[in-house]
């Protein structure tokens, strides 16, 4: 099974995003040694708790920074953009990096006021154009315009051999239809959306039409799991506490400039927070035999490619912790 990390680059509770940019490069570095096969960014908007607001000058950086894995978006958000633009910076990271590049693409809304500052038209008109936009992406990005499309005439650059490679993501019972309809490779946000991952991925897999525009002969599947695991299961469940607090907040409609440190977290809610054991639970919390134990489940009902792993650990010692531990985890596995 291959693993892989998205990161949304925490801020620091003692830093600004500097640190967090360099805090991702090392753990880039790190997941590049410890044979983990692809290193994500994330796209957030509307709070500085998170520095990952542009991930494809993020990629550029890391893919400086490494030499093998593979750098990409998890993912661009597509609903605010201009697919034209979005191929040119993604083709111009490909030119720079052949072979490295993974364009993840999805949709989400960061807020009422963030939307609208992202918004590609001011007249207050939001247009559901998503499966067009991602079309005209794949189509950019392939350098494979239909010649009765009206931008067919607009040359698109740079024009080098190959292309990244695209996936959609998504976490809603849509995505999965969208993404088997094009051909794409398919990536369920579990941590988002954990009890629809099973039917999720079943839906793609049963409608996955192959597609001459992506290449793609077979249905891909990627997982994505919040994992924080560490030497123990009390320890595991401390560095848990941040993003129990964050999502708390959010539920609030609370948007933190900075995520919680552990003992915050826990004065907030009186104490530690017990790592859940339902099949499917929101965040996978444990020691490595406990995380081995509740992936092992979800790989199971799912059979998913690859797994993606995100967390939100405020420690960054704990965190390359948690990597380490998660790729020794799944050297097992093999």
């Known amino acids: 099974m291959e693993i892989s990390i998205v990161d949304v680059c925490p801020t620091p509770v003692d830093g600004d995003q500097s640190r967090a940019f360099a805090n991702a ?4 570095q790190r997941a590049e040694v410890l044979g983990f096969k692809r290193y994500w960014v994330a796209e957030h908007h509307g709070s500085a708790s998170t520095a990952s ?3 494809e000058i993020l990629i550029a950086h890391l893919a400086a920074q490494t030499s093998r894995i593979r750098i990409g978006s998890g993912a661009v958000l597509l609903n605010h953009y201009s697919p034209l633009k979005v191929a040119e910076q993604f083709r ?3 030119a720079l990096y052949p072979g490295r590049i993974d364009l993840g693409i999805g949709r989400a809304f960061a ?4 939307d609208v500052a992202l918004m590609r038209h001011r007249d207050g008109k939001r247009a559901d154009d998503y499966p067009e936009q991602v079309f005209e992406l794949l189509s950019w990005i392939k350098n494979a315009m239909p010649a009765d499309h009206p931008f067919a005439k607009v040359a698109i650059a740079p024009d080098v051999p190959g292309a990244p490679e695209p996936l959609l993501l998504g976490s809603s ?3 999965p239809l969208l993404a088997a309809q094009l051909g794409l490779a398919y990536v369920f946000a579990g941590f988002i959306s954990p009890d629809g991952a099973a039917s999720a991925i079943r839906n793609y897999r049963q409608r996955f039409q192959p597609s001459a525009l992506v290449g793609l002969e077979r249905p891909h599947t990627m997982l994505a799991i919040h994992v924080v695991c560490a030497d123990t299961i009390a320890e595991a469940e401390r560095q848990a506490m941040p993003v129990r607090h964050m999502y708390a907040q959010l539920s609030e409609g609370k948007f933190a400039q900075r995520l919680a440190t552990p003992d915050e977290a826990i004065a907030h809610f009186g104490g530690v927070i017990r ?3 339902g099949a499917w639970p ?3 919390i444990g020691d490595p035999a406990r995380v081995a134990s509740m992936i092992g489940r979800m790989i199971e009902e799912t059979q998913p490619d690859e797994l993606m ?3 939100l650990i405020t420690d960054h010692h704990a965190r390359c912790r948690s990597h380490e531990l998660l790729a020794g985890v799944f050297a097992d596995r093999q």
Do not use: K, M
Not at 25 to 28: D, K, P, R
């Open 25 to 28: 490069v090392e753990l880039a």
């Open 53 to 55: 607001q542009a991930p």
């Open 92 to 94: 111009t990271l490909h």
């Open 111 to 114: 807020g009422p006021v963030a």
């Open 173 to 175: 019972q849509s995505s």
């Open 275 to 277: 790592a859940e054991d």
């Open 282 to 284: 929101r965040f996978v």
């Open 309 to 311: 792993i995100q967390d």
